[in-house]
């Protein structure tokens, strides 16, 4: 199955551009200080707000820091966020998604009304309110990215385990004696992980998109920490003087969203079964 | 229903009182001067020295009655507030929620009848592009393009200064102009859902027995698609029409601060930037009632499309 969705997956060329990118993204933003030409926080009053020239290939900020290292560092937040907050979603999902689904009754009833008030909230709103009641920090914005996100794997995780708790081989297992607990997470669970699997790629490009949002918002990442939207936030301000404040990590946030996203759409056409029909 | 909107106000009191400080010590922050009486009847003022669940109950109450409580800000009405913000939002998601569904839905039918097509991945990548965008950036790009390289469109609020005085013609104009920027973007940004869901809900449908069958008996082509297989594809694009409004509604905080549009999202920011606990409560709840009462505008809505939920309630 797994080298079967591998071997579906690479034949999809968006797919595979993404991948790379992501691998790009990565190999940046772990070896950010090999490869900056400058460090980001170093702040040079002689060079502001310069174009994009040969030393400062994407330009100087306002306070004349090179841009092109701060999109680099940048590069370590935003994936930092992305599956940390993916991380916590997924557990949180997976977790209260197979309790529901598993024991039913009262329990049941309880997780999914709490999925149903979850979706009600314009989550923008419900993070910004969390995010500027207490201080905002990475930490927060990643758990608060993380606990919003965690209805639809929670739906997809009860609809997996209700019809994967009748089968057979479950049965077989409780026959054995098996625990609640081991046959939730060692014989259900590893069943339940594929489609699992397609939600979290989303949600890693989704919660990069939001954790840029909220520090373009100046709710996020605070300066001088660089972040692809904190570079924004301020560089808006200075759009109409230094469009390269505005376009480049614009760009950045766009290319690892969608590269996460073509991914995960790869991802979910692989393991949909009437797409391969002939295979 | 009942209970969903009692969990929305459990969230919404959690979520404020999560807050290290009272706000009445940022009140202190703000005016260092403000005498301890002051502070303290400050406090008073706003029950803040009452058990937790007592200021649960007694919010529930005010709640209920649709009292919002003061703004903190300038001491006004939540409600009367939320009431002149709301209408822009509302227009402005409206808007945008028609534009994704006469844009998106043909989009999804045209890639699900020739699913690998060159046609169908350039429109998946298109979708997709809106989907993974930050729209504040694009937002931005926009702004600068249209707004001030070019000139063709105001960058920003929702009329130009004098529209009160032009003639209706005119200002409707001016209306239109000021909205396409922000509602297109908006738009864009909630595409890839909607068409990707008609796509697969299409190709699905297509592969029924029934549409080998209405081919077999000889029928055209158009014919097979638009009265067999659309009407039953687009059933359930009805419900998620419900399930879009959070996520629009949420996005009118980003659009709204750089449009510059007095919405209820910028309302909210600038609560959020002042920590004006009541109005962020009261537009938390607002927004999520809206939700709510679009989910079941769509319940309605596929009750009154699909003949078969009639008959067959517990499906």
């Known amino acids: ?279 | 229903m009942i209970p969903i909107l009692f969990g929305i106000t459990l969230i919404c009191f959690v979520v404020i009182n999560l807050a290290p400080g009272s706000p009445a010590s940022f009140t202190e922050e703000l005016s260092p001067k403000a005498s301890p009486e002051a502070v303290e009847a400050l406090i008073k003022l706003y029950g803040l020295d009452k058990p937790i669940h007592e200021r649960y109950l007694n919010w529930l109450r005010m709640v209920v009655t649709l009292d919002l409580g003061k703004s903190f800000v300038d001491g006004r009405d939540v409600q009367e507030k939320i009431k002149e913000r709301l209408p822009i939002t509302l227009t402005l998601n409206l808007l945008s929620l028609f534009l994704i569904l006469i844009i998106s839905i043909p989009i999804g039918i045209y890639s699900a009848l020739k699913p690998g097509s060159i046609f169908d991945r350039a429109l998946t990548v298109f979708v997709f592009t809106g989907f993974s965008i930050p729209t504040f950036w694009l937002a931005l790009l926009a702004m600068i393009i249209f707004g001030v390289n070019l000139g063709w469109l105001p960058i920003s609020g929702i009329q130009s200064i004098g529209n009160e005085n032009m003639p209706f013609l005119q200002r409707l104009l001016d209306w239109i102009k000021h909205l396409i920027l922000p509602v297109t973007i908006m738009s864009f940004a909630g595409l890839a859902g909607m068409s990707r869901y008609t796509r697969s809900s299409m190709l699905e449908v297509l592969r029924q027995d029934f549409i080998r069958t209405a081919r077999a008996k000889g029928l055209p082509e158009k014919v097979v698609i638009v009265r067999h297989a659309l009407r039953n594809a687009l059933l359930p694009v009805v419900t998620l029409l419900g399930l879009a409004i959070p996520g629009l509604i949420g996005g009118s905080v980003i659009f709204e601060s750089i449009f510059s549009i007095p919405g209820m999202g910028q309302l909210f920011y600038a609560s959020a930037m002042a920590r004006d606990y009541p109005t962020i409560m009261g537009i938390l709840i607002i927004g999520a009632f809206l939700t709510l009462i679009g989910n079941l505008l769509a319940d309605i809505a596929y009750f009154i499309i699909d003949p078969r939920i009639r008959v067959k309630r517990d499906v």
């Open chain 1, 1 to 279: 199955m797994f080298k079967l969705i591998i071997k579906r997956v690479l034949k999809n060329k968006l797919a595979v551009a993404g991948l790379t990118f992501i691998f790009i993204v990565f190999f940046i933003a772990i070896f950010a200080n090999n490869i900056a030409p400058y460090d980001p926080y170093k702040i040079n009053v002689y060079k502001v707000l310069e174009p994009p020239s040969k030393e400062h290939i994407l330009g100087t900020d306002e306070l004349g820091r090179d841009v092109l290292s701060r999109i680099i560092y940048g590069a370590r937040v935003s994936l930092k966020v992305g599956f940390i907050a993916m991380g916590i979603a997924i557990l949180t999902g997976t977790i209260l998604g197979a309790i529901a689904g598993y024991y039913r009754g009262f329990i049941d009833t309880i997780i999914m009304r709490l999925v149903d008030v979850m979706l009600a909230f314009p989550t923008l709103f419900l993070i910004l309110a969390v995010v500027a009641v207490l201080e905002p920090s990475i930490y927060i914005i990643m758990v608060v990215i993380g606990l919003t996100g965690w209805m639809d794997v929670a739906r997809l995780v009860r609809a997996e385990v209700l019809s994967l708790k009748e089968r057979e081989f479950v049965l077989a297992a409780r026959a054995m004696g098996a625990s609640s607990g081991r046959i939730i997470f060692i014989h259900i669970l590893p069943n339940a992980i594929y489609p699992v699997i397609v939600a979290a790629t989303f949600s890693v490009g989704g919660a990069i998109l939001i954790e840029s949002g909220l520090s373009f918002l100046g709710l996020g990442i605070q300066p001088p920490e660089p972040s692809w939207g904190g570079i924004l936030s301020v560089g808006k301000d200075y759009i109409t003087v230094a469009w390269w404040m505005s376009l480049f990590p614009g760009i950045a946030i766009f290319l690892t969203v969608l590269s996460f996203n073509l991914l995960g759409e790869a991802l979910r056409d692989a393991l949909d079964p009437k797409q391969w029909a002939e295979d």
